[in-house]
C-alpha cells in the first residue's frame, strides 16, 4: 500500500514533525527510516526528526505492506580525499545532457575525507556526479567522476550450496 506525507513542520531550528498515513487505514505500523537506518516502528502518525542545520537526512516511511528490509537507501554517499593547496570542492551532477554545480564543499585544514550525500535517485537509472577540487586563486584542477546505477530493491539472489558427505566437497550452484 502507500505511505502519504501530509505534513512537514519545523519544530525547532533542529526538529522537523513529519505526519503522515496510509491506505492501509488506522492502526497500520509504520516503519521509520534515516538515510538506510531503521530508526523504530510506531503506529502513531507522525515522527520528529532531528536535523543539524546544514544536515541533509534522507527519511523513508514504509507501511507494513512493504518490505522494509529488502530496501537499500535511495542516495549515494560520494567520498574523496584532500586535495593540497584545495579550499573549495565543487560537486556537480550530469542532467539532461549537461552538468550542473549541486554543492560547493569548503575544505579545512582539519579534514582529509570530504563526502557528499545525494538527495532521492531514481532507481535502477544510471546516475553520474564529479568533484573538482578549487585552489584560493580559483583554478579548476581535474574532475573526479562517479558514475552508478541505484538499485533499491535488488532481486533475491538464487543460489543453492550443497555438500557431498562422501567426498566433502562443497558444491556452489547459481541460478536455474
Known amino acids: 500500500m502507500a505511505v502519504t506525507i501530509l505534513t512537514q513542520r519545523r519544530l525547532t531550528p533542529t526538529t522537523v514533525r513529519l505526519t503522515y498515513s496510509s491506505s492501509l487505514g488506522a492502526g497500520t505500523t509504520f516503519y521509520i527510516w534515516r538515510d538506510g537506518e531503521l ?3 510506531t503506529t502513531e502518525t507522525f515522527y520528529d526528526f532531528r536535523i543539524g542545520l546544514s544536515d541533509i537526512a534522507q ?10 528490509s529488502d530496501t537499500y537507501p535511495a ?6 580525499e584532500h586535495e593540497t593547496g584545495a579550499t573549495q570542492y565543487r ?4 542532467v539532461d545532457a549537461a552538468w550542473s554545480t549541486v554543492a560547493l564543499i569548503l575544505a579545512t585544514a582539519e579534514k582529509q575525507i570530504y563526502t557528499y550525500k545525494t538527495p532521492v535517485l531514481a532507481d535502477a537509472t544510471e546516475h553520474q556526479y564529479r568533484v573538482a577540487p578549487i ?6 584542477g581535474l574532475y573526479a567522476t ?5 538499485v533499491r530493491k535488488p532481486d533475491k539472489a538464487d543460489v543453492t550450496v550443497t555438500r557431498n558427505d562422501a567426498t566433502g566437497q562443497i558444491i ?4 536455474a
Not at 527519511?59 to 522494509?68: F, K, P, Q, W
Not at 560537486?91 to 550530469?94: A, E, G, L, P
Open 91 to 94: 560537486v556537480q551532477r550530469y
Open 75 to 80: 542516495f549515494m554517499q560520494l567520498q574523496w
Open 39 to 41: 530508526l523504530t516502528s
Open 146 to 150: 562517479f558514475t552508478f546505477t541505484m
Open 59 to 68: 527519511i523513508e516511511i514504509l507501511d507494513t505492506s512493504a518490505d522494509a
Open 135 to 140: 585552489d584560493a586563486a580559483g583554478n579548476v
Open 172 to 175: 556452489v550452484g547459481y541460478g
